[in-house]
């Protein structure tokens, strides 16, 4: 096991009705700007719940946070934030708004140019505002982590950022929130999910069998309870699980200690940028031939992947590994995630651009070795026309 850290001071309040404690979580006197998405949190009537919640405090609504959310429409935010002295943010929504909030928070009390917080990584946040979150999309894990992906249309960049100055101080997941979700969103957590455990389970072995055992076993509830979550949307107990996986699948736990790869999303990053495929569609394209092209390499974890997750017994070290990359794809396929560019209307004539952007974004080491290469990306993108 490697040396770690470990920090996450998030409380979660897990369950139906929990919305109303956003009475007691957010303070008695703050000024509050509530932040969501396009119409969903309008339309469900989670809105009018949350500010009902907060009774007499003084708030303040920003909506219109776009999927992927966008740098431009965040600054906007940030301006609202600013005039109005507000001093406490509150998230409705998916990952996008809570990525987006994430960036408002720390942008309203960064001094200079708000891009350089992406183009530092996060590393150059000294200070945010505290925020909270009402979870409406088990998918991203945004709601108890310290990441943000955010996206400057102008530039064509997604970029991510992390800092422990933006964790959630609460959120709130209540799994009936789910059920308004349409079938698409719903299969991109499960993918999304899926694929942030592979991103730290499926690199080499690190001597971590905790981790390893917690990985196996979110990625094998993923594959019992993912069609489930589709076929019978209102089934409390499934989206309950759906949501408490997804949340464990990218809080940093089961990935304390052990290598970490991400390579699938950074390229994925690119494809929406320039193609604005949904994210978890770009993980689907790209994670079974980022696994194929680097089966040597993986090869240990790609053999106990296939044993332990999928349960494929027979034939060679090769043949398992390969089995576990065809029924991974085939995974994503049965919840409706498509897995080819192809599905997406893109051919072999739209990699250059998406490769140019991955070296723009000096996207030219990546993996738990640091050796995937661009010319690496562009086989695995070939291979996944
Ligand atoms: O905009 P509205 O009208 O609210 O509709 C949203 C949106 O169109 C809808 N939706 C959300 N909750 C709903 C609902 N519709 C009906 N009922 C509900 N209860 O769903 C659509 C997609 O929402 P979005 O927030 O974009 O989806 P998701 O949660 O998948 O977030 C994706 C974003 O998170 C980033 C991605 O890159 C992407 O930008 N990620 C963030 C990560 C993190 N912070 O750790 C890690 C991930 O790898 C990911 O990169
Ligand atoms: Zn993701």
Redesign the pocket.
Known sequence: MQDFSFYNPTRIEFGAGKISSLAQLVPANARVLVL?????????G?LDEVTTALGGREVQLFG??????SFETLMEAVAVVRNNDLDFLLAV???????GT?FVAAAALFEGDAWEILLNGGQNIARALPFGSV????????EM???????RKALQA?L?FMSERVFPRFSVLDPV??????T??VA??VV?AF??VMEQYLTYPAQAPVQDRFAEGLLQTLIEIGPKALAEPEDYQTRASLMWTATLA?NGLIGAGVPQDWAS?ML??EL?ALHGL???QT?AIVLPEMLRQRKATKLGKLVQYAERVWNIREGSEDDKAEAAIEHTRAFFESVGVKTRLGDYRLNAEHIDGIIDSLQRHGMVALGEHGDVTPEHCRQILLASL
């Open positions: 969501f998405g396009g119409e969903s949190a309008r339309r469900t989670t219109g946070i776009e999927p992927n959310p929504g998916g990952g996008s708004v809570i990525d994430k979870l409406t999309l088990p998918a991203t894990g945004s982590n310290k990441g943000s992906v955010i996206t997604k991510p929130k789910t059920y308004t979700l349409p698409r969103q991109n957590g999304d694929v942030h990218l999303h994925g990053h929406t949904d994210h978890a993980l």
